[in-house]
């Protein structure tokens, strides 16, 4: 079956610009998390949902990032205002409510120049 | 608050020999689950192995075997018969309670098989 997918795959934007990341996650997986991952380190958390609404926002770092998910499907990761720092790999992962694993995408690779 | 340690930056392993990733944990939960994840140089997390902390037996995955010892707080990675696809970042990464729940990961271990 189909695994998490996560599009695009790279993005190239300049600062001050808006981003979206998308991601699909397994079908018939209820949580949906993003998570970001800094050159050399291991993935932080930013936001997971259940269903539509967020569970647990606490990861993102301000209010230039917001991450919806209207159908409880798809999810789209929003990054206003772009800054140099936002440089990162941008993890997507889902799971069935009721399972430990995470099954993790191939990544968005974003760079702000 | 949760907290993964793992103190190898970079290992270096001869093909076919056994490998053993460290990793200890912080947490004052007492239900709790411990996962290792391989990151190849495409950057994809792919999930190994699993422990609960009430699991009684260390959990093993064909060659992956997980050692848990939860009085020291450790969870170590071990690889029988290292392959050179094995070659990639190894994270370790703990979540509270059970279902679902945000993962918390160490800083990883880069792990070169030599053939």
């Known amino acids: 079956g189909a695994g998490v997918s996560q599009t695009p795959s790279n993005k190239v934007t300049e600062k001050g610009k808006y981003v979206e990341l998308r991601c699909d996650p397994i079908?018939?997986?209820?949580?949906l998390y993003w998570y970001r991952q800094s050159l050399g380190q291991g993935p932080e958390f930013l936001i997971y949902?259940?269903?539509?609404?967020?569970?647990?926002d606490s990861g993102l770092p301000n209010d230039r990032f917001f991450a919806v998910r209207p159908e409880g499907s798809v999810s789209t990761l929003k990054i206003q205002r772009t800054e140099r720092g936002d440089s990162a790999m941008y993890l997507c992962?889902?799971?069935?409510?009721?399972?430990?694993?995470?099954?993790f995408g191939p990544g968005t690779r974003l760079l702000v120049l | 608050a949760q907290k993964i340690t793992q103190t190898q930056p970079g290992m270096f392993v001869q093909e076919k020999e056994a490998v053993t990733l460290d990793c200890t944990y912080d947490?004052?939960?007492?239900?709790?689950?411990l996962f290792w994840y391989k990151q190849p140089s495409s950057g994809e997390m792919i999930f190994l192995i699993y422990q609960g902390s009430y699991d009684e037996q260390n959990a093993t995955e064909g060659r992956y075997s997980l050692n848990f010892q939860k009085a020291r707080k450790s969870a170590n990675l071990v690889i029988s018969a290292s392959q050179l696809g094995d070659s990639a970042m190894y994270f370790c990464?703990?979540?509270?309670?059970?279902?679902?729940?945000?993962?918390?990961f160490g800083q990883g271990t880069r792990l070169t098989i030599n053939p």
């Open positions: 990464a703990m979540k509270r309670g059970t279902g679902a729940q945000k993962l918390v």
């Open positions: 949902f259940q269903g539509t609404g967020a569970a647990d």
């Open positions: 079908s018939g997986h209820t949580a």
């Open positions: 947490t004052s939960d007492q239900s709790y689950g």
């Open positions: 992962a889902s799971s069935l409510d009721s399972q430990e694993t995470q099954y």
